[in-house]
């Protein structure tokens, strides 16, 4: 039976629409701020603002603690430049190494998905430069120390992480030189080489493997070291991270996959576009269903991807790059996406905006493939209207917008 118009669905993820959240607009909150979704109740609407936010308050500031809420709720490391480098993630990659900024979500995850600690409480204790004596306090106070988990006395003995002061060089040196190492001999004991061999030996090991290979040994040192490729690597597109909202996820099927398949079939694998099977066969998550974007983006790696993959691993580094040396969108991307129409960089801007509020901001609600259909047809200023309010730029979004598509069929 079809709903009236004057019954509404909770915009929250605390409902579930299937079982009884459909009401009327009389017993339902509008948002003050869009007034374009509604509520059940404070709790649903409090609980939705780390994602509505970037709706409602879209090409505004937002704090930094709602882009840490929010990938916290995504299972995600962040890749904001300043999210990073406000709540320790920067810091922690530089000083302790990649798995110490899954240490960090963990921790955070606790107090904002576990103990309920507001965002607002979490950016005061930021700005005060007091998380480190907030944090022990929530957590020794609302649990006992068999609760608190594994996250948080890693914390103890890491909270010079998060006391605001700048990165110690020698450590940050020892620590990368350490991480390499340790890198290295654990991807080369899984492409079969000798733990005993030198670091000369692996070295020149590693660069004489054919490209797809040393793909394959760079995915697996990064894993087995309990991290995984960041944005910044050709790797965060060809073995898919840049087609799931869910890397740690990812990351952890991956770990498993490679504790279970040899090296040679995992190059095999990569090398003929069947990584998805590989999964399927050692009986490692359903890779189908929601996931059908890594399964498109892995159809043709590592050779050839749909623009709208290559398009989505720019804007990955344009969030978690330097601001003073932003990346630069890839020949494929300029031509189907409109940079090739941007005629300064303040109109290349405006373009990094969009793509960013559709593919980062507004991840839950747009599909990249229907982008990437949209941009075949010539309609990306029809799709990107449907998620974002293009005023006051929208003569010049008519123009950027443009493409050669849609293409016109051979003669005969």
Same mark, same amino acid.
Request: include cysteine; charge should be neutral; aromatic fraction near 12%.
């Given at each position: 039976?079809n709903?009236?118009?004057?019954?509404?669905?909770?915009?929250?993820?605390?409902?579930?629409?299937d079982?009884?959240?459909?009401?009327?607009?009389?017993?339902?909150?509008?948002?003050?701020g869009?007034?374009?979704?509604?509520?059940?109740?404070?709790?649903?609407?409090?609980?939705?603002?780390?994602?509505?936010?970037?709706?409602?308050?879209?090409?505004?500031?937002?704090?930094?603690?709602?882009?840490?809420?929010?990938?916290?709720?995504?299972?995600?490391?962040?890749?904001?430049?300043?999210?990073?480098?406000?709540?320790?993630?920067?810091?922690?990659?530089?000083?302790?190494? $990649?798995?110490?900024?899954? @240490?960090?979500?963990?921790?955070?995850q606790?107090?904002?998905?576990?103990?309920?600690?507001?965002? &607002?409480?979490?950016?005061?204790?930021?700005?005060?430069?007091?998380?480190?004596?907030?944090?022990? *306090? /929530?957590?020794?106070?609302?649990?006992?120390?068999?609760?608190?988990?594994?996250?948080?006395?890693?914390?103890?003995?890491?909270?010079?992480?998060?006391? $605001?002061?700048?990165?110690?060089?020698?450590?940050?040196?020892?620590?990368?030189?350490?991480?390499?190492?340790?890198?290295?001999?654990?991807?080369?004991?899984? *492409?079969?080489?000798?733990?005993?061999?030198?670091?000369?030996?692996?070295?020149?090991?590693?660069?004489?493997?054919?490209?797809?290979?040393?793909?394959?040994?760079?995915?697996?040192s990064?894993?087995?070291?309990?991290?995984?490729?960041?944005?910044?690597?050709?790797?965060?597109?060809k073995? $898919?991270?840049?087609?799931?909202?869910?890397?740690?996820?990812?990351?952890?099927?991956?770990?498993?996959?490679?504790?279970?398949?040899?090296?040679?079939?995992?190059?095999?694998?990569?090398?003929?576009?069947?990584?998805?099977?590989?999964?399927?066969?050692?009986g490692?998550?359903?890779?189908?269903?929601?996931?059908?974007?890594?399964?498109?983006?892995?159809?043709?790696s590592?050779?050839?991807?749909k623009?709208?993959?290559?398009?989505k691993?720019?804007?990955?580094?344009?969030?978690?790059?330097?601001?003073?040396?932003?990346?630069?969108? *890839?020949?494929?991307?300029q031509?189907?996406?409109?940079?090739v129409?941007?005629?300064?960089?303040?109109?290349? &801007?405006?373009?990094? @905006?969009?793509?960013?509020?559709?593919?980062? &901001?507004?991840?839950?609600?747009?599909?990249?493939?229907?982008?990437?259909?949209?941009?075949?047809?010539?309609?990306?200023?029809?799709?990107?209207?449907?998620?974002?309010?293009?005023?006051?730029?929208?003569a @010049?979004? /008519?123009?950027?917008?443009?493409?050669?598509?849609?293409?016109?069929?051979?003669?005969?």
């Open positions: 039976m709903s009236s118009s004057d019954e509404r669905h909770c915009a929250g993820y605390l409902c579930d629409e079982e009884g959240t459909l009401k009327s607009s009389s017993e339902m909150k509008r948002c003050a869009c007034r374009k979704v509604w509520y059940c109740s404070t709790a649903c609407q409090n609980d939705h603002w780390r994602f509505h936010i970037f709706d409602c308050k879209a090409g505004q500031t937002i704090s930094t603690v709602y882009y840490l809420a929010r990938d916290m709720g995504n299972d995600l490391i962040p890749v904001h430049h300043q999210t990073r480098v406000d709540y320790g993630f920067e810091k922690a990659e530089r000083m302790v190494g $990649g798995n110490a900024q899954n @240490k960090l979500c963990g921790l955070y606790g107090l904002l998905r576990y103990l309920d600690v507001p965002c &607002k409480d979490l950016r005061r204790w930021q700005k005060e430069g007091t998380l480190i004596e907030n944090i022990k *306090a /929530t957590y020794e106070s609302r649990l006992p120390p068999q609760n608190r988990g594994g996250y948080y006395p890693w914390f103890l003995e890491h909270q010079y992480l998060l006391d $605001g002061k700048p990165v110690d060089k020698e450590m940050e040196v020892r620590q990368t030189d350490g991480q390499i190492e340790s890198m290295l001999r654990r991807g080369w004991v899984y *492409a079969g080489g000798a733990s005993s061999d030198s670091l000369e030996r692996i070295r020149s090991g590693m660069e004489a493997l054919p490209e797809h290979k040393r793909s394959c040994f760079q995915l697996g990064a894993l087995l070291t309990g991290t995984h490729p960041p944005p910044a690597t050709e790797l965060w597109l073995f $898919g991270f840049v087609a799931r909202n869910d890397e740690l996820d990812l990351a952890r099927e991956y770990k498993e996959l490679i504790n279970n398949c040899a090296f040679d079939e995992l190059c095999q694998a990569y090398e003929t576009s069947s990584i998805p099977a590989l999964f399927d066969r050692y490692i998550r359903e890779m189908g269903g929601r996931h059908y974007c890594f399964l498109d983006a892995m159809s043709g590592p050779i050839v991807f623009s709208v993959w290559v398009l691993h720019y804007i990955d580094q344009l969030d978690a790059a330097d601001p003073h040396s932003p990346p630069t969108p *890839a020949p494929s991307v031509c189907d996406y409109g940079y129409n941007c005629k300064n960089p303040e109109e290349v &801007k405006l373009l990094d @905006k969009l793509y960013t509020q559709l593919l980062r &901001k507004k991840a839950r609600d747009v599909n990249p493939l229907e982008l990437h259909a949209a941009c075949l047809k010539g309609e990306l200023l029809e799709f990107a209207k449907r998620f974002v309010t293009l005023a006051p730029w929208t @010049k979004y /008519t123009r950027l917008l443009k493409n050669a598509y849609p293409l016109s069929p051979p003669p005969f």
